[in-house]
């Protein structure tokens, strides 16, 4: 894989670490809205697919099992680690019609117009440029193809989202909210305005409310640990990690905390045939 720019060197970097608890069953939302997505796109046996940003195959398995033998999957991620989690579930469940490889999704030389189906769980706004990336994705759908964009909502890993950055501000302000890509898009609106600028304007945006059930308080750590909170955890020393993991659960515990917010935004948009072949 070429070099990345900073951004997305620090994104692999960070999943790479969440990889080990990235499958903990306070997790589990990954898998559900994975799964939710794929449905929402409607695959079809025989199906080609593009599974971009797929983590440990959230979306990709589902979609693996949807296109059946006759059909195929490639996902793509940044960090190798997470692909080996998927991999492992593909072998575990004998889907061998999904390819999972470690590469940026800018540096892909795909043919155009050779998927029946795109998808993107929690990843499109790691781009730097997402109208653009957005525009590459579309390029590589056959007409009459669907688009599918997951993003987060709203309030999302509340409560334990503001104790963390609390916590953080508290005993290590210089990386205070350094790197949350994923508001930019995180209402209805902002997603159809950045998907309108990249040339896909008739798109259906579902916003979901629900939420992750807690087996206890301290699960939201568990959720830090593998997932994006994880880049700011590691830059903290031993001792500070323990200090904001206390000052992040004391007010979940306090209340009881057994819920964590997974509010997501669904796009499903339709390539027409004709009128945006040549976008």
């Not at 490889?101 to 990843?123: H, I, N, Q, S, T």
């Not at 500070?240 to 905390?257: C, F, G, S």
Request: hydrophobic share 45%; proline share 7%; glycine share 8%.
């Amino acid at each position: 894989m070429n070099q990345l720019d900073p951004d997305k060197a620090r994104t692999a970097v960070t999943y790479s670490a969440a990889a080990d608890h990235f499958d903990d069953p306070p997790l589990a939302f990954w898998a559900r809205i994975g799964e939710r997505t794929v449905e929402r796109a409607r695959l079809e046996p025989g199906y080609r697919v593009l599974d971009v940003c797929s983590g440990t195959g959230a979306s990709a398995i589902p979609a693996a099992r949807a296109v059946g033998p006759t059909g195929s999957v490639l996902a793509v991620d940044l960090a190798d680690a997470l692909l080996d989690r998927g991999r492992a579930k593909a072998r575990a469940l004998g889907l061998s019609n999904v390819d999972f490889r470690c590469a940026d999704v800018e540096g892909l030389d795909l043919p155009p117009e050779g998927f029946d189906a795109v998808v993107c769980v929690f990843g499109i706004f790691f781009m730097p440029d997402m109208p653009a990336a957005v525009r590459r994705l579309w390029r590589w759908l056959k007409p009459g193809g669907t688009l599918a964009i997951t993003t987060w909502g709203k309030d999302v890993l509340e409560p334990g989202n503001t104790a963390f950055w609390g916590a953080i501000k508290a005993h290590r302000p210089d990386v205070y909210k350094t790197f949350r890509p994923w508001e930019r898009i995180d209402t209805p609106d902002a997603l159809r305005a950045m998907l309108a600028e990249a040339g896909v304007a008739a798109c259906a945006v579902d916003a979901e409310r629900s939420s992750q059930p807690l087996a206890s308080p301290d699960d939201w750590w568990v959720i830090a640990l593998g997932s994006g909170y994880r880049g700011t955890i590691d830059k903290l020393d031993p001792g500070t990690q323990e200090v904001v993991k206390r000052d992040t659960l004391a007010p979940l515990r306090a209340r009881d905390a057994l819920t964590a917010e997974t509010n997501a935004l669904y796009a499903i948009a339709k390539k027409h045939p004709g009128r945006d072949a040549e976008r």
